[in-house]
């Protein structure tokens, strides 16, 4: 290409724009036959090879098509479609796949999914919230809002901590996109590639792919039922410099275990000692029948982030998670949402603050627990019968950490269960290293309906012993 | 510490556990006295060394009390506080900075703020769309939805971005949380650290951190009137290997420029040339009077992702951005915005649906752009009478970038201003390295009231000629 000088460029361009906006307006209408590149070269007193290069663009543009030895024509179809979309609509490997390769098939029992059914949630009290909402004055429409997140909810979430003897002041909580903007607001702020990060095992498996996508080592720990293994994080710490420990402390994800007193006791002696921020995921706390210790009490908000959501108790269609942090931490993840995000919906935040403070959110809290508390005597007792073995007695929350009466391999039986419209998650999501494991999270709130037990009992027929 | 067998450990526990909740039901009430170390070992048959480390246990979560002296007492206070907030509610060294400094004083006149009064916005189509949800049989309220975002929301999408001549299917759609979340996917998942990414000078600050904060090398090129310096460009590829450029199309922020068919032709050609990705960040597409060009509708999706929102046209509160890219890359992208958000809410997506469908949002836009337009035309004659130098005459768009009518330090300024009550936004924030430029970027949709006349012609007045 010769260099132009800044005016010829300056006909081109607007010449191509003169000729688009005719075409897009229709004053040049499609199939419309365009002057060659000669004339147009004379009637817009440029170059001809100016010229072609217009045409050039405008081909390029959709607009004008070139028919070999005819000349240029405005293009008759405004756009063109790829071809049809290809089977894959999921991403591969990961927990999404699995549920992709169910699509199509209806999924009758969806029995290792991570949240409660529609009618378990607290759909009314939302419904009221979003007749007040239309009815407020002021709907906060306008900006991106305080960077923490709406202050009236934070101010109420600071009163609802204190009830979990957590003393956390507004400036200290920051509100996210559900709990899993809170954990990746953490790892970017808190980690870099190349650090050494601590996780449960089995685990969060979304956490593992924040770590991974960060560039930070991942090791792990076993997870027991007093809580993570402080033996073996005592160890590790002995030989390796690890920045930050991930922990669930409330029914945990996916075993349903609790963390004791003693043990969440040792883990911040063990923090204290190794200089360890323990990130603390309790995102089933309100699922608890009283308040539960949490590592956030014990420290004080000094070397914990403490996470917590909604998603379990109202919907997850609120996205209302939140963080408690030391304020200087707070502030600085404050300001990696805004550059992650541009800031929370403050919407979303009016319509949670009224079913929190509108919508018997206690009362609603209490039967929610009663029916997690008779799912888990009704699904350990039915399951029990049929030969599964349950790893733990947790009694509340959603999860059960299970193994199913057959040795089959586990591909085998997640294929037959799906078969059969019953979606199982195998336990080796959520181990840091994705080995296999012949353990199953189930969801007692998702164990109802007769397809899973059926499935049980022809388990127990096919291979007997 | 001494080794301890598995069953000591656990009578440790079960003890700590069981006073705590004692303590917490109010069975042992706050202020009464506990039996002593030895009496406690006596009673759970435990070691007076266990006793002791019970006790520890319970004082770390707060629950008691030691006395020197005296025992151990239940705590009186559930919880404690922390000293008052410190003076810095807000992130330091960006733009929250600078909105920090006026914490405490009225900001009369938002003057360089990046998004639309309220009373612009289209705020009775919202509160229609609650209404309408509120009445929905469905509320989708159960699980995190399909990772793509709402499905019916996505296929009405694809009809819109089909008057932007651009042909984009469903599964080439990925609802995020504002553009802002798009910007931040595609930074996470195109990019590894060490990559380089070429960003417009001046550009969006927020992208700027998301790249530094990826570890991402950030080089930048001048930004035009016609668009992206391509020349600066092209020179910069045959040095260096690009992965990304980031850039807007229509209305550039923040200086309010479009890019021409001649220039995004160019871009594409040297994407194609040198295997570049172009990330077009499109979100004031809607505010243009007719279709513009878009570097996605000539290149159909296969080196560009379009970013986009309704963030200034509906409200920011709906947090309704969207991409559209090549379909195995929407794949990924919707895979990271599980892994850092697990998903978007449905329910903003059915608002925004409904405001698409039922708000009249062609009969609001069309008013929007005629505003913007009076209000341009306005600013223009009014500021170039006071001095202002406006560097470019978008004539349409929210922005300006111009050169207030007095060359004082930016900071004198800014702080000038603030002090009236005038929040200004000075150029350099929007300068990959933050250098000093006498530009400033101004909200000609915030522009209106007495306040920014007056400080401009304060300054003719101070500081003549």
Known sequence: LLPKSDSQRHVVAHTADDLLSQIRSGALAPGVRLPSVRQLARERKVSPFSAAEIYNALVAAGAVEAQAGLGYFVTRRRVTRLAEPRRQEFPTDSIWERRRETLGRPIKVDAGCGWLPADWLHGEA??????????????????????????????????????RSIAAREDQIVLTQGASQALDL???????PGDVAVVENPG????????????????????????PDVDALASLLKRRKVRCLFTNTTYHNPTGTTTILSVAHRLLELANRYDLTIVEDDIFADLAPSATTTLASL???????????????ISPALRAGFLAAPPALAARLARAKMTASLGSSQLLEQLTLHVLTQGHYRRHLK???????????RVASEFEAQG???????????F???KLPSRQPV????????????????????????????YWRLNVAQCGGPELLRFLRTLQQLFPG
């Open 400 to 402: 059960l950490w299970a």
């Open 299 to 313: 420290d004080e908000l000094r070397r914990v982030v403490y996470i917590s959501s909604f998603s379990k108790t």
């Open 126 to 163: 939302v419904r009221a919230a979003l007749r007040t909402a239309a009815r407020q004055p002021d709907l906060h429409m306008e900006g991106y809002g305080n960077p923490f997140g709406l202050p009236a909810l934070r101010a109420h979430l600071s009163t609802l901590l204190e009830a």
């Open 411 to 438: 591909g085998k039986l997640w294929r037959m269960a799906a078969a059969d419209g019953v979606l199982l998650a195998p336990g080796e999501l959520f181990r840091p290293d994705g080995s296999a494991i012949d």
């Open 367 to 377: 039967r929610l627990r009663e029916r997690l508390a008779a799912a888990h005597m």
């Open 204 to 227: 969060y498996p979304p956490l593992f792919e924040m770590l991974k996508d960060r560039g930070v080592q991942m090791l792990s720990i076993a997870r027991n039922e007093a809580g």
């Open 186 to 192: 953490v790892v970017r702020s808190c980690l870099r």
């Open 388 to 398: 599964v073995e349950i790893a733990f007695q947790p009694q509340a929350g959603l």
